[in-house]
């Protein structure tokens, strides 16, 4: 079963490696978060961000996403 957090939208199957996980399927689809409130140890996962301003690790998790380079 897989887990994201939902402060910065990073998936993993073990929750306990997440700072604030929930069950992926239970999820909606929503546009992930300011960059400002990242996990402090997953700045540097945040490779896309969306045209409003969010930042994810998972480009599903924004509702315009593209990549950082």
């Known amino acids: 079963m897989a887990y994201i957090c939902q402060n910065c939208g990073v998936?993993?199957?073990d929750?306990?490696?997440l700072c604030n996980p929930i069950n992926e399927e239970?999820?909606?689809k929503t546009c992930s978060i300011p960059e400002?409130?990242?996990c402090?140890?997953?700045?540097?996962?945040?490779?896309?961000?969306c045209v409003c301003g969010n930042v994810s690790a998972n480009p599903q998790n924004?509702?315009?996403p593209s990549r950082d380079l």
Do not use: F, G, H, P
Not at 40 to 49: H, Q, T
């Open 26 to 28: 239970y999820k909606s």
């Open 11 to 13: 998936i993993t199957d």
């Open 36 to 38: 400002a409130e990242v």
């Open 62 to 64: 924004l509702c315009r």
């Open 15 to 17: 929750s306990s490696a």
């Open 40 to 49: 402090k140890d997953r700045s540097l996962a945040m490779e896309y961000s």
